[in-house]
């Protein structure tokens, strides 16, 4: 299965932005639909977005459609997570994976990475 390693996580103010990154190892990213999770400690893990392996469709969940995009450079393996006007309520560690079924919003893969962290301040 492909390996993922998410980064650009970190603390921001209310009605700030984060770019998050999702490198992918190996040849095969540019096959897979990949996405975007999120969790909270108690809580479980949330889909946050999702998009096809070529990018021609995405996929959000509510609490973020109209402040968050999702987007993918395949010749550099690389998925990304443009989060914009974030909110308290958004702050959790976030997970990409990838194949990722998108009419079901779930993973393929049972393997998670470690994620990166988005704490948001109000």
């Known amino acids: 299965q492909v390996q993922l390693v998410e980064s650009g996580g970190g603390l921001v103010q209310a009605g700030g932005s984060l770019r998050l990154s999702c490198v992918a190892s190996?040849?095969?990213?540019?096959?897979?639909?990949m996405g975007w999770f999120r969790q909270v400690p108690g809580k479980e893990r949330e889909f946050v977005a999702a998009?096809?392996?070529?990018?021609?469709?995405?996929d959000y969940g509510d609490s973020v459609k109209g402040r968050f995009t999702i987007s993918r450079d395949n010749a550099k393996k690389t998925g990304y997570l443009q989060m914009n006007n974030l909110k308290p309520e958004d702050t959790a560690v976030y997970y990409c994976?990838?194949?990722?079924?998108?009419?079901?919003?779930?993973?393929?893969?049972?393997?998670w990475g470690q994620g990166t962290q988005v704490t948001v301040s109000s």
């Open positions: 190996g040849r095969t990213f540019s096959s897979y639909a």
């Open positions: 994976n990838a194949p990722i079924n998108m009419s079901t919003r779930t993973s393929l893969k049972e393997y």
């Open positions: 998009i096809s392996w070529n990018g021609g469709s995405t």
